[in-house]
């Protein structure tokens, strides 16, 4: 192992790294507050010059340690290499809110440095199938009750039910259960009683059984996650426990092996002697 490929696999490393980030997300929060931006907008220059250095210098550290090839073959790394390539790519240009964002964006870093948030995120990835699955049936449940609610509420509550498109966005405010009683469906009652019966069933559909799949769905993905990574550690627990009983033994068979050579050559050397003194 090289001195480089030391100091990238060294805890300090990743742990400066970790602190890096953080204090780089603690300073762009500084900087929306105009009143602690203006009178330091030098300050903030020079820190935001000292980080995006800083992190180039780590990419750099991380690619020579790994080689490009092995480097880019993580998805992580090339992440990485992105964020922080465009911020020497814009830095002082007129994208100013471009560069902000880009900015920000390197708070996410977090979770190419920290394990525990990777296995994490390859959970969330792994329920992209069965997500995009739910999302389909939810997506016809949506223009069912959007093609309804728009035949029956268009002429009592235009603002809401009056076209296609804004009784979607009306349904989204039910779904998510903010003010959809005091602020849709009570007004609604007024000119129709019978209303409510729209709303209980969009809830219940929506809100109660679509919503706890995106969740259950979820948190199955999270927990089979959690029990392989369980796995493969207690895994590499039981190797290096192996390891050193099994070094031991075949230390002790040559060993053994060794000794019977030289009490071998003895016994021959001393039948060879008995047979010259003959």
Do not use: C
Request: proline letters at 3%; zero cysteines; charged letters at 15%.
């Amino acid at each position: 192992m090289t001195s480089i490929q030391y100091i990238v696999s060294h805890r300090l490393f990743n742990s400066s790294v970790i602190s890096l980030i953080i204090l780089n997300a603690v300073v762009i929060g500084f900087e929306t507050y105009p009143n602690i931006l203006d009178p330091n907008q030098q300050f903030f220059h020079w820190m935001e010059v000292v980080f995006l250095w800083a992190f180039t210098l780590e990419i750099v550290l991380r690619m020579t340690a790994l080689k490009p090839s092995g480097f880019f073959r993580s998805g992580w790394n090339v992440f990485d290499f992105i964020i922080v390539a465009s911020g020497h790519l814009f830095v002082g240009g007129h994208l100013i809110s471009v560069l902000r964002v880009l900015r920000v964006l390197r708070v996410l870093r977090a979770i190419t440095v920290i394990p525990s948030l990777q296995k994490l995120v390859a959970a969330l990835f792994r329920t992209i199938p069965a997500i995009g699955n739910i999302m389909i049936l939810m997506g016809i449940i949506f223009y069912i009750f959007a093609v309804i609610g728009t035949s029956l509420f268009k002429d009592i509550a235009p603002e809401y039910f009056g076209s296609l498109h804004s009784t979607l966005l009306t349904l989204f405010q039910v779904v998510t259960l903010e003010s959809w009683a005091s602020g849709v469906m009570r007004p609604i009652l007024v000119d129709a009683p019978w209303a409510w019966w729209y709303f209980v069933a969009f809830i219940l559909v929506g809100t109660f059984i679509i919503i706890n799949l995106f969740i259950g769905v979820i948190v199955n993905n999270v927990q089979e996650v959690a029990v392989i990574s369980h796995k493969e550690d207690a895994e590499d627990s039981d190797d290096l426990e192996n390891n050193e009983p099994v070094s031991l033994e075949k230390e002790v068979v040559s060993l053994r092996k060794e000794v019977s050579e030289i009490k071998q050559l003895l016994i021959n050397s001393q039948g060879n002697r008995d047979t010259s003194n003959s």
